[in-house]
Nanobody, 126 residues
């Protein structure tokens, strides 16, 4: 079992930055690859970024590439999402999720992640 708690969301002006954190419970955090997803009102949940269990492999959605940076600290059981140059279209509830090893690639669609946080709201004003 892994419990995930996101923090760091808030209201920011376009062009600003936020850093999201996702703290995980459990001693097996380092055996999971981690992902960030987001869901805007009236839209489906979409993939944002993922990081492998060791942090050595990273993947971003095209919409955030060059603006967002994912990282993890396995000693602190925490994964981060640094978001720069934010745009109004980044407004959404952001979720972190844990995906166990042994499923091929280190990232995948939302259905392939076993554990989810409660989400944190990010609002970007124009």
């Amino acid at each position: 079992q892994v419990q995930l708690v996101e923090s760091g969301g808030g209201l920011v002006q376009a062009g600003g930055s936020l850093r999201l954190s996702c703290a995980a419970s459990g001693r097996t955090f380092s055996s999971y690859s981690m992902g960030w997803f987001r869901q805007a009102p009236g839209k489906e949940r979409e993939f944002v970024s993922a990081i492998s269990w060791s942090g050595g492999r990273i993947y971003y959605a095209d919409s955030v590439k060059g603006r967002f940076t994912i990282s993890r600290d396995n000693a602190k059981n925490t994964v981060y999402l640094q978001m720069n140059s934010l745009k109004p279209e980044d407004t959404a509830v952001y979720y972190c999720a844990a995906r166990p090893q042994g499923r091929g690639s280190f990232y995948g669609p939302a259905i392939t992640y076993d554990y989810w946080g409660q989400g944190t709201q990010v609002t970007v004003s124009s």
